[in-house]
Every structure is written in C-alpha cells, then in structure tokens.
T-cell receptor, first 116, second 114 residues
Framework: GAVVSQHPSRVICKSGTSVKIECRSL??????MFWYRQFPKKSLMLMAT?????????EQGVEKDKFLINHASLTLSTLTVTSAHPEDSSFYIC????????????FGPGTRLTVL | AQSVTQLDSHVSVSEGTPVLLRCNYS??????LFWYVQHPNKGLQLLLK????ATLVKGINGFEAEFKKSETSFHLTKPSAHMSDAAEYFC????????????WGAGTKLIIKP
C-alpha cells in the first residue's frame, strides 16, 4: 500500500516550452502533496505544499508563476514548469501524505527534466 | 528550529564489514525520524522510521537505527555491508513544530569496496 506514481519519468523539452508533471497516489487518498526539487548530488529542497482543493503554499524563493501546482483531487497533483529554461533542469520528486498519517510522506519515483 | 546533521558526506567500507552512518537532530518536540536511501538515478526508498515506539528500529535490507534522545542521535547501522548498499542515504526529521514537514539532512554517500 501507499504507492505514489509520477509521470513522465523523464522529459526533454526545448527552452520556452511548458512541461507538466503528474503525481498520483494509487491506493490511498492524499490530503496533502509535496513537490521537491533535487539538484545533482544534493538533498531534497521542498518547493511547495498543496492541499486538495486549495492553493499551494510555496517555499521562499520558489516562483509560483513559474511552477504552477494544481491539486484538483485527492489522488492527483500536477506541477507545470512554465516557460522552461536550462536552469530548470533538475530531478523533481513528489510525495503524498494521508490524513491519518500526518508524520509520514510516500514518495514518487521522480521525474528527470532536461531543458535544452 | 528543527535541523538534521549528517556528520559524514562520504563513508567508505569494505564489503562484509559493518556500516555506520551518523545522524544528529534537533527538535523541540517529540520527533519522528526517518532514513531514506536513494540509488543512483532512482527514487527514494524508506529504510526505516521512528515514531515514538521502540527506540531500536529495524528496517529493510538488514539496516537498523537507534533513537537516543540524550544524544539527539539516530545513527544507521548494518552488521555486514553488501555491494548493493552503495547509495546515498538521507536522515530526516519531522515534528509538530515544522507542521510535519520533512527536514532533510545533506545526505551521506555510502561507498562499498570489494
């Protein structure tokens, strides 16, 4: 139980285009989902927290107009990188939390984004 | 404020010898503590977690960790390293003070020598 999927696993896009990454909780309802970014050989950096049906809360320094987050249902959150640039290339990881398990997050496998 | 310090950025051991990855934390509340492993170009996998039950926690793949409140430590150990253990390991703390956000250590790269 508690499986989280991400799609796509890898994406390559041209500079200036937008890319959407999906995060799904497959066998549970996720009241809260998180989006992280991981730079090479670094730890995870929390980008934003999203609760189903409400606006995401972004961490300091993360551009909300650049990284659009939608959490439209209890099993799906999306991250859209708008007008992507090479510096947005990174490993993006989502996680999901159940209402009854407030101190544990279940992680997706990550999405490798490369912007040319 | 909560924080996590992984004392070694790299640990190198020979196959078959014990593994010790050190982690110290700070928390003003009753923390939950986790160890995650990340193999190259792979997702995160939960190794084990402490959530106020037994202080010695057993995880997958033969790993275990002991919560020591007096030392504010949560070191990860394994009696005998295997080549497949080569990966990046992250110590993580969570508590009510951070609204249960995960606070990540910088990671320790475990290198296994044949």
């Amino acid at each position: 139980g508690a499986v989280v999927s991400q799609h796509p696993s890898r994406v390559i896009c041209k500079s200036g285009t937008s890319v959407k990454i999906e995060c799904r909780s497959l066998d549970f309802q996720a009241t809260t989902m998180f989006w992280y970014r991981q730079f090479p050989k670094k730890s995870l950096m929390l980008m934003a927290t999203s609760n189903e049906g409400s606006k995401a809360t972004y961490e300091q320094g993360v551009e909300k107009d650049k990284f659009l987050i939608n959490h439209a249902s209890l099993t799906l959150s999306t991250l859209t990188v708008t007008s992507a640039h090479p510096e947005d290339s990174s490993f993006y990881i989502c996680s999901a939390r159940r209402a009854e398990s407030y101190n544990e997050q279940f992680f997706g496998p990550g999405t490798r984004l490369t912007v040319l | 404020a909560q924080s996590v310090t992984q004392l070694d950025s790299h640990v190198s051991v020979s196959e078959g010898t014990p593994v010790l990855l050190r982690c110290n934390y700070s928390s003003s509340y009753s923390p939950s503590l986790f160890w995650y492993v990340q193999h190259p170009n792979k997702g995160l996998q939960l190794l084990l977690k402490y959530t106020s039950a037994a202080t010695l926690v057993k995880g997958i793949n033969g790993f275990e960790a002991e919560f020591k409140k007096s030392e504010t430590s949560f070191h990860l150990t394994k009696p005998s390293a295997h080549m497949s253990d080569a990966a990046e390991y992250f110590c993580v703390v969570s508590d009510v003070g951070s609204n249960y956000q995960l606070i990540w250590g910088a990671g320790t790269k475990l290198i296994i020598k044949p």
